[in-house]
Structure formats: C-alpha cells, structure tokens
C-alpha cells in the first residue's frame, strides 16, 4: 500500500505544484492537499500491477480518478452546504460558491486532460462518471421521500461509491493489458468493496465510538439520514409492530434520543444483520479476487486494502 | 446555413429524445429544447464541409460542442443569479440550484461521451473547455475590480466565447482531415469573428434599439457592467479630462441615466471607434477565410454566417 501510495503523492504533489496561479486552479490544490487515503488511484496502480503492468504507466489514470472524485466532493459539498471536510472548510465555504461551481467544472476538464485518449478507458471513465452523477441525484431525491426501499438505498450507494472504485481498478487492468473476463471480475471487486466500504460507514456512524470516528455516535440517525440501518431497521419494526424508530423519527432531530434508536436498532437485529451484510459482500468481492489470482501472491496488497477497508474502526 | 441547422436539429432532437427519465436528464432536453442559433455546431458541420468531409461524420463532434456550450449556460445562470434565458425560467429557477449543478456536470460528461476518443480532437477540446472556465473566471473577478483594462477585457471574452467558436471549426476541419496550417487558419478566424461577435453585442446594448434586441437599452451600462465600451470611455474621459460617464458610475445603479451614459459614449468617439473594430476584427477573420478558399465558393455559408454575425442589429 505505502509503496503505491508514495508514488502516487508525488505524481498528485507534481501535478498541483504545477498549476497555474489564480482562483480557478487554487481550490483544486487546496482540497487535493487535505488529508485522503487516495483509496481509488492507489486501487488503479495495484490493478495495473496485478495484472503485470508497469504501476507508473496508469499514474496519469489514477490522477484522473482522484480528480474526478474530488471535483465530486467540490461539487457535493455545496448541494450538501458542508462547510467542513476534514476539519477543514470547505471549497465554497474558503471561497464562495461560485469559484467552488467553475473551480470543480475546470477540475472536471482537466482529469479528462491526463486520462488520455485510449478508447475503451475513456468509455469506463464515462459511463461511471455518469453514474456517479445520477448516484448523487438519487441521494438528494431520497431526503424528500420517506418511502425508500432497501434496494433503491443499495443501488443509490452503487452508483454514488461503489462505481468509482471499480472503475479505478478497471482502468488500472485495462492499462497492463487485462482480457475482458478480468476486467470484469476486478471490477465485481471493486464494487463489492465498495458498497462493504460504505455499509461499514453506516455502521460506524451509530455503532463507532466517537472517540474512534471524530464524529458524533447517530448523527445520521439524528438527522433521519436514510441509511441502510434506518431503512432496515423500519423494516423490521413494521413486521413486528413495533414503533420506537418510527417516534422518533416523528420528533423534530434536536428531540431525538440517539441512544433510544441505537438500542433499538440493536434490538431489532440490525446491528448484526448489517455486520453480516458487510462480511457477505466483502467475502463475494474477495472471491473475484481469487479466480483472478488463486494463489494469493499476486494480489495481497489488493486483498489487505480491500479488508482495511471493510474492517476499519474509524 | 439552413442544411446544416436540419442536420443538427434532427441529431440533437435524437439525442433528447433518448435521454433516460429523471431530474438529472430532463434539465439537459429542457435547455437544449429553447431557441437558439446554434452558431457553434453549425460551424462544425460546415468547417468538416469546407475541408471536403462529410458533415454526417461530424455530427456527434458538433453534439459534444453545444452540449458543452449548454453546460455552460446552465452554471453560468447560477454564478449570474439569472432568473431568465431567452424569455424562459433558467434551469436553477425552473428546478433547482442543486439539480443545476449536478445536471451540468453530467453534460459535460455527456458531451466527452459523445465526442469520441480521437487524441487531436480531445486535445482541442480540452484545451478550450479549460479557456472557457479561466474566461468565466475572469469575467467574476472583473465585477469586483474597477481597474479592468481593455486589453484583459479582450483576453476574457476571447476565453470566455470566442474559444469556442475556435474550437467548434477547428474540430470539423480534424474531421475532414484538414492538415496542420489549415486548422490553424480556420480556428483564427473563429476567435476573430467570436470577438467581433461579443464586441458588436457590447454595442447593441448601448446602440440597439429595444424594439429589435427585446431588452432595456443600456441595460449593460445601468449595471456598470465593464464592457469594451465602458472601458475605453472611461479611458477616453480621463485623457480628455472628462467625467460624465464617472460620475454616473459612482451613482447607484437606479439612479444612472442610461440616456446621458449613451450620448457621452458617442460624443467620445467610442461608438464610432467600436465599430471600426468590429469591422476591423471581422476582415481580419475573413481573410484567414480567403487564405483557405481564395475563390470563396466553398466558403460562402461560412462568410455570409460570419457577416451575419457581426453585422446583426437583434
């Protein structure tokens, strides 16, 4: 991981240190130097690698794929009126909102500039730009309904998270050279990473200590954010006629009792639903990994992330 | 001119049509479906024509072009707080701020999806896509500055629309595999008629008659808006040590008489100047025209769309 990592940063570092001066480049730099894992280039660099390419010749890519999910965030975080990522402001809150608009449009352009011109990255990159885009439609679209399934909340997570990572991967395999069958198996990977990633931060946001996560324990249950948990866990409570969450949820957010709805939701079983949920997505995602490389070698550094990433307490 | 515009028109009502359905979608089919010239792909289909292509061939490239020109219009509504486009609500105000945003960024994917993975062609584009953003860019700064000079006014609406018009004709003449020199020629008269264009609308607000254009006259000039006529009026006052159109500027806006504004621009020689330009800029363009196809047949749609460009009094 570190390896990978190290390479990277000092392509991202290059990159922003050459950027020119002024209002429309500043904000690409500013957010690109908050603290970030770099999950998805790093995942272009170990598919690449895996896949017996050289890591360095899908840099460019993997730039592209960190620009583009950070003009994602630029963007996101106005829709949401996040004025913090990272304990940091955010674009429009360091600026304003219109430099945050044209700063993440012109990040746009440029991760479209260092991806290349090879057709079949290209057509991966569009058709999961694309869904990114109608992943965070159906995430606004969900806050005025009550009435979403747990299969439309899966499929919105999807398209919004899981998407991104298994073009990352993609992209990486399509640059050393993959067959289809293996693109398409690494990519199954990445998805199924992918929703385990985000299942995990739905559970870590009412079961995490805060001491562990820096956040507040329910927040998205405070805010009645449809969660897989709170999705799930009216579910339940309907077929057994019970009604705690639903109270709750009729409260106005600063009269809820956060512990009340995480009892419940323990007690309801979600918890361990959820938990297993987690585990059965990875070990799926997991097994992709394994038709590709049954011995493991290869794949290591993959298959650690891929469970640092699912088992993750923060 | 007509030819070319049916071609176009059928294409992009295809496209629309297609869309899937949904909020991200419809606000792309809803602005599209407003009245426009399509000057743009139009100059792509008939830059492909002139090079001896096929227009057919440059179609989905004309596509790419007014899709990101209409993503364009739609993030710029936001930044401008404009409530109307051509007589109706603008997509911010028919939706929303945030369905604007997200229905723009997925354009501008849509227009990459579109445009194909042809090096020479994503390189243009790029590269002007990116103008086009650090011309907008400047255009907010200049609201805030009051020491714009006429040559950053002009470097701005080269960024900001005559790019474009560059970049349009010079895509169609890669589709007809026009060489090296050519492209260049083609993409200058572009930028040339592209500021004549924005320079001839500087003085149709001040000059054009209501009854033709459909808007207040002087609206520009209420707004204290820094166009080439302002600009150099207020260069010229100073030389000549005059304060009329000063003085009306440090007035809030409801109290400018626009009237007043109006004769002291005429009366300093910066109508009479403004037009020179316009002229001078669009035989400049023409001549590159000429360079290509001395005896003009081949280039007749161009010239006379040109002409009409620069030469429109609505």
New interface residues.
Partial sequence: MSAYRALFDAHVERWSAELPP???YAPMAYLLALPAKRVRPVLTLMACDLFGGDPRTALDQALAIELFHN?TLM?DD??DAAVLRRGRPTVHAHWNV??A??S???M???A??VL????IV?EVF?KH??EV??G??LD??FERRTDVSLGEYKEMIRLKTAVLLAAALRIGAIKAGAGRADQERIAAFGEGVGLAFQLRDDLLDAFGETAMTGKEQGGDLRNGKKTWLLIRGLEVERERGSTTLHDQLARDPSERDVAVMITALRDLGVEQEAQQEVQRLAGTALDELEHIDPIGERSAALRALAVSLVERTA
Same sequence: chains 1, 2.
Wanted: glycine share 10%; with cysteine; net charge negative.
């Fill in positions: 002024g209002d429309l003009f963007h106005i829709m219109n430099t608009i044209l993440g449009d012109a746009l352009v440029m479209y500039s290349g011109a090879d057709p290209l569009n730009a694309l885009c109608a965070q439609q606004m679209e």
